[in-house]
């Protein structure tokens, strides 16, 4: 069975693509790039992440394209944090 990975969208990410989260079934391994990637072209984010860009949290930790994620994981999209 190939592992899961769990996609949470908050923000406009979540009103770009329509849904607060959404399951993949992917291979062994996968680069948050590849992914970024996938999100882009085949979910229609690439305006919005272009524009915004999204801040990628697997399993918890901030993480840069990169990484690769591995087996089930949950990854969050998230925008770029400020603050004062």
Do not use: C, H, Q, W
């Not at 592992?3 to 949470?8: A, D, E, H, S």
């Not at 590849?34 to 072209?41: A, V």
């Not at 085949?42 to 990484?67: A, F």
Request: no cysteine; aromatic share 8%.
């Amino acid at each position: 069975m190939s592992p899961k990975i769990v996609l949470k969208f908050y923000a406009m990410y979540r009103d770009a693509i329509g849904v607060g989260e959404k399951v993949l079934k992917v291979g062994n391994e996968l680069s948050v790039r590849e992914l970024l990637e996938y999100l882009s072209r085949v979910e229609k984010l690439g305006e919005t992440m272009e524009k915004y860009k999204p801040v990628i949290i697997v399993n918890g930790e901030i993480v840069g394209e990169d990484y690769t994620i591995r087996g089930e994981a949950v990854v969050e999209i998230a925008p770029g944090f400020s603050g004062g």
